[in-house]
């Protein structure tokens, strides 16, 4: 028998809660779903969205939360451990799960830049220094002159920008650097309250905007939630549509990625799944189906009217979250204020999602090397912050596009499907449905057996298929990319290749370590 | 906002609250119970 350190654990049940939905809850909820919501068919879009959120979010976070949990008591933290846990006879099974490490990894050095983003326009909101700006493209200006697209008026560099990123990594690492309970546990507690009552704060003044400008009643609030919730029912029809809501679960509830499992194996044996992780769900839900959907698409309908929204929602996230929403705000009387408001809670947002990104590497430096957690943070920090300089230097590259296709995409469903096959088929079902319910405090429905055997898996490969069809063969072929911008995207495919083979000899390297120890621990 | 919208709007909001009540009363009774 090995011989298993002790590990961190949670603080209290509501701890894990916290941190799970501080995971999920990220600037997704904000700025992707209304955005998705408004082109996918409005109110018609949470028919599909709540099918694939019973048929498939909820199941993988069961699924994610009950291996998690089952991995921890073996002494491991990630996938590649978790995995050989759950399939010990197959010696390759434990390089499937380097995706899990991977992932996080490569979604953890893109975020942290634009988590800065939001850590500097709240502090700019406080100063004053785009609050004077009044129409799209001076705030746009704004924006590419901050990310050191272009030298303007507003900035002569990225100098600003990169502090802002320094400032945010070391924060990040500092928190982890104190552990589960000392670190992530406690951001979450106070982070999470905080960001629901800017998000409350936010709504309720979006709510009251009535119709600003007399000359156009028709411009006013409640057309604007009519924009966002008038069901088109032809969309759904459509099979994108379908897509579109499923992969939306998918990145809102942050399953597939391996942050759950990393974070559910701090768990005791005994602690319940069922009902914390519906809870974590449903925490995730409110931020975005309540708070996100009533702030910026509402807003911004009523300052540019029915025709302009409608590009306005297709122009992207960072143009809606950075551009169109402090424009809103600088119509409104306390610009500084409500501008810290929203920026803020998208950093909460944010560092509450990185921290957790963070873990699964950190985590496997610990159990699977026997390193002290302050060692892996700042071996953790080292590598990071290397990989992180791309993404800056080359945003107008198109690397940081690729970085989220292939950590926070492609990845992302294919470990989704490879840990539900483990799960049901591996592990097996009955044994599943009883280590599911170990120590749990509510009962999951008994549809859900035959839901997490036939449906779930089902709907993923169909999800699989259809995606590498439609818009991964085209991605992946480099299609749509601008000749200059290859050689960046070839480099950053080749440099994502290199993270993931040394992922893998590390992996190698730890298990012949154990071996070598005869089973124990070094 | 068309009566349809109104619908889905009450639909999901409800669907949601209803179940965050649900899951945190039943996690601070557990609490409390032990």
């Given at each position: 028998m090995s011989e298993v350190k002790k590990r961190d654990n949670w603080g209290s049940r509501l701890g894990i809660i916290m941190a799970v939905a501080g995971s999920a809850i990220g600037l997704g909820n904000f700025l992707r779903f209304p955005a998705k919501a408004a082109a996918n068919?409005?109110?018609?879009?949470?028919i599909p969205y709540f099918i694939s959120l019973f048929l498939l979010g909820i199941p993988l976070m069961w699924i994610e939360w009950t291996l998690g949990r089952y991995g921890g008591g073996f002494?491991?933290?990630?996938?590649p451990g978790i995995f050989h846990s759950l399939w010990?006879?197959?010696?390759?099974i434990k390089y499937f799960g380097v995706i899990g490490i991977f992932g996080p990894l490569v979604i953890f050095i893109y975020y942290l830049f634009i988590e800065s983003w939001t850590l500097a326009y709240s502090f700019f909101a406080l100063t004053g220094k785009y609050t004077a700006l009044m129409d799209q493209n001076s705030l746009r200006s704004f924006l590419a002159g901050f990310q050191g697209l272009e030298k303007n008026q507003y900035f002569s560099g990225i100098g600003i920008a990169y502090a802002f990123f320094l400032a945010t990594f070391l924060l990040n690492i500092w928190v982890i650097y104190?552990?589960?309970?000392?670190g992530i546990e406690k951001l979450c507690k106070w982070a999470l309250p905080l960001l629901f009552i800017f998000g409350l704060v936010l709504m309720i003044r979006v709510m009251t905007l009535?119709?600003?400008?007399l000359s156009k009643p028709d411009w006013n609030i409640l057309a604007g939630f009519g924009f966002l919730w008038?069901?088109?029912?032809?969309?759904?029809?459509?099979?994108k549509v379908w897509l579109e809501a499923a992969g939306q679960i998918f990145f809102t509830l942050?399953?597939?990625?391996g942050v759950i499992l990393t974070y559910a194996?701090?768990?005791?044996?005994?602690?319940?799944?069922v009902l914390s992780g519906l809870t974590a769900a449903a925490t995730n839900e409110v931020a975005e189906v309540i708070f996100g959907a009533s702030i910026i698409i509402p807003a911004a309908f009523v300052f540019?009217?029915?025709?302009d929204i409608k590009s306005i929602a297709q122009s992207g996230v960072f143009n809606l979250g950075f551009v169109t929403m402090p424009l809103v705000l600088n119509k409104l009387p306390l610009p500084a204020l409500f501008g810290f408001f929203w920026f803020f809670l998208l950093f909460l947002a944010g560092i509450t999602s990185s921290v957790s990104l963070a873990q699964p590497a950190v985590a496997f430096l610990e159990d699977e090397?026997?390193?002290s957690r302050k060692r892996a943070a700042s071996i953790f920090g080292i590598v990071s912050f290397i990989l992180c300089q791309p993404g800056i230097f080359f945003?107008?590259?198109?690397v940081v596009n690729e970085l989220d296709f292939w950590g926070g995409t492609f990845f992302l469903v294919v470990f989704a499907t490879i840990e539900t096959v483990l799960f049901i088929w591996v592990f097996g079902m009955d044994k599943a449905w009883d280590e599911i319910h170990k120590g749990a405090d509510m009962a999951v429905p008994r549809a859900y057996k035959f839901i997490i055997k036939h449906i779930t898996p089902v709907f993923l490969f169909i999800i699989l298929g259809m995606w590498f069809i439609q818009e991964w063969l085209p991605i992946i072929m480099m299609k749509n990319i601008p000749g200059a911008d290859k050689p960046f995207v070839l480099g950053t495919r080749l440099g994502l290749l290199f993270v993931l083979i040394i992922l893998a000899i590390l992996v190698k390297i730890a298990w012949r370590r154990k071996k070598l120890h005869g089973g124990r621990r070094v | 906002m068309k009566l349809t919208g109104w619908i889905f709007i009450i639909f999901s909001w409800g669907l949601i609250i209803g179940m965050l009540t649900f899951c945190f009363i039943k996690v601070f009774s557990k609490k409390e119970a032990k």
């Open positions: 068919g409005g109110g018609a879009f949470m002494g491991h933290g990630t996938a010990q006879k197959n010696r390759f104190y552990g589960i309970k000392g009535g119709s600003p400008d008038n069901p088109d029912f032809s969309a759904l029809k459509s099979a942050s399953v597939g990625i194996s701090y768990l005791k044996k005994a602690d319940d799944v540019f009217g029915s025709v090397f026997n390193i945003l107008g590259r198109g | -």
